[in-house]
């Protein structure tokens, strides 16, 4: 079976997903690869599940239940134990996209000046201790 251009599982390549298992447990991680028993991986996966108080215990009625966070980094998440699956954020910009970005802005109204080494600023015609001016020649 192969997996076609237009899928949808293609187009959430580098997405952060929230995918909730089978036992309750709700995972969120950047998609890195799926295959068709929709079998995925997740990098700077985390894992977050309710903790039930005991019936025992004596816990207020209104109190909510807890919930613990694990983080887990890089999963292969098996593609039957996933019940739902949606969107929690877009790829992270890439630098290609920085740099069209930038390439887009309009210029500003300031002056570009190259930055020193070190040297102090000197006017024109006058050279700071230790440079011969007889070859140094002003465009």
Known sequence: MSISKNSKMLNLINY???????????????MLAFDKHMNLVL????????????????????Q?????????GLVILRGE?????SV????????DDSKTKLAQLPGGTGIGRPAGRGLPVAP?????AGINL???TYV
């Open 81 to 85: 134990t996933i019940i739902s699956l």
């Open 88 to 95: 929690e954020g877009p790829p992270p910009p890439s630098a």
């Open 43 to 62: 990098a700077d996966c985390e894992e977050f599940r309710k903790i039930k108080p005991k019936s025992g215990s004596k816990v207020p009625q209104g």
């Open 16 to 30: 952060r997903l929230r995918i909730t298992l089978a036992d309750s447990r709700v995972l969120t991680g950047q």
């Open 124 to 128: 024109p015609g006058v050279a700071p």
């Open 134 to 136: 007889s070859i140094l």
């Open 64 to 72: 909510p239940e807890q919930e613990e966070k694990r983080t887990l």
